[in-house]
Structures are given as structure tokens and as C-alpha cells.
């Protein structure tokens, strides 16, 4: 952070935390991009692959995501063109559309998972102790 002087410690935190939010993210975002994948798309599989076999509705994706911003059913759609996921009209409620992960979607995240180390190491320079306090303290401010 190039800024030298702050309104006070709140808005140095604040800018800190947004600086440090964009600079994780980058960091992820170029080894996603490797696999050709976005870190959304990255971020939808992982959460159908943690309700697998029980299939998602859009709106349930998008209450789980890290992004809610996020055009879920875009992202869906360029999930299903790459064959990691497939989309079918609900059972219970034909208004809505349940998303269930491939097994190609499944495999792909297999895959990605042999390099959880390399993600990891985004914050390598932090102990576990500091980790923990950093958790903490995040989680303190969500109150």
C-alpha cells in the first residue's frame, strides 16, 4: 500500500484488508487460469462437489458462494458447456433447476486438489499461530 497516511487505524485497516483481498485473489486467479478455469466456476464446483450426490438449485449455488454477486446461472452454463456439470428441471418444484456435478467435474477437482499445496502456499509466510489469530480476528469483525 502506497498510501503513507491514514484517517486513522480503521481505514488503514480497511484499505489493508480490500489490498489484501485483491492481492490473494490475483495470486489465485493465475493458477486457476493455468487450468482454464475462473475462480467462480473454480468456486461452484467445489460446493456442488461438497453436496454431491444431492443436486443444487441455482439460488442455493448462489447463497453458498464466496461471490454472491456472482451470475450464477452464467457461470453454470459455461460449466455445463465444459462438461463439469449438468442442469435438470427439480423434482419438487418445476420452476427451478437442480445442478449436479459430473463425473468429469468431480475428476477435474481431483486433479486440482494435488495442488492444494501450491494454493496454500499464498500464505506460507505466516505461522500457524499467526493464522490463527488472523482467523480469528476476521471472524471477529464479521461479529
Known amino acids: 500500500i502506497?498510501?503513507?497516511?491514514?484517517?486513522n487505524l480503521q481505514q488503514k485497516s480497511i484499505v489493508n484488508l480490500i489490498?489484501?483481498?485483491?492481492?490473494?485473489?490475483?495470486?489465485?486467479k493465475?493458477?486457476?487460469?493455468?487450468?482454464?478455469?475462473?475462480?467462480?466456476?473454480y468456486n461452484i464446483l467445489r460446493i456442488l462437489r461438497g453436496s454431491y450426490?444431492?443436486?443444487l438449485s441455482t439460488q442455493q449455488?448462489?447463497?453458498?458462494?464466496?461471490?454472491?454477486?456472482?451470475?450464477?446461472?452464467?457461470?453454470?452454463d459455461r460449466l455445463i458447456v465444459k462438461g463439469m456439470v449438468q442442469k435438470n428441471i427439480s423434482r419438487s418444484d418445476?420452476?427451478?433447476?437442480?445442478?449436479?456435478?459430473?463425473?468429469?467435474?468431480?475428476?477435474?477437482l481431483g486433479k486440482?486438489?494435488?495442488?492444494?499445496?501450491e494454493l496454500d502456499n499464498v500464505i506460507t509466510n505466516l505461522s500457524d499461530e499467526e493464522m490463527?489469530?488472523?482467523?480469528?480476528?476476521?471472524?471477529k469483525i464479521r461479529g
Open 2 to 7: 502506497s498510501q503513507r497516511s491514514f484517517r
Open 19 to 28: 489490498y489484501t483481498y485483491h492481492w490473494v485473489v490475483e495470486k489465485i
Open 30 to 41: 493465475h493458477y486457476l487460469s493455468a487450468e482454464d478455469i475462473t475462480l467462480q466456476q
Open 53 to 55: 450426490p444431492t443436486p
Open 61 to 76: 449455488i448462489r447463497e453458498r458462494m464466496l461471490d454472491k454477486m456472482s451470475d450464477t446461472s452464467r457461470i453454470v
Open 94 to 108: 418445476k420452476r427451478l433447476v437442480d445442478v449436479i456435478i459430473t463425473e468429469d467435474g468431480r475428476n477435474f
Open 112 to 117: 486440482m486438489d494435488l495442488h492444494n499445496e
Open 132 to 139: 490463527n489469530t488472523l482467523n480469528n480476528l476476521l471472524d
